[in-house]
């Protein structure tokens, strides 16, 4: 049997920390700002649409 658990919360809730303790006690753990940060990373699959929908004045390349 498995138990689907979300984490959700404002900034500075708690939601790492948390996800942490799962992962001690063995949980995997799926963390959808890690996919996001890479998805919009530059040349990955939504940055193309993302320059196409708002133009390269908004890009960091810095970061």
Known sequence: ?????GLTGNIG???TITASYFNELGACIIDADQ???RLV???????KDI?????SNYLNYDK
Do not use: C, D
Request: hydrophobic fraction near 45%.
């Open 1 to 5: 049997m498995s138990i689907l658990v």
């Open 13 to 15: 809730a708690g939601k």
């Open 35 to 37: 996919i996001s940060r």
């Open 41 to 47: 990373s530059p040349y990955q699959p939504a940055w």
């Open 51 to 55: 320059v196409e929908e708002f133009g």
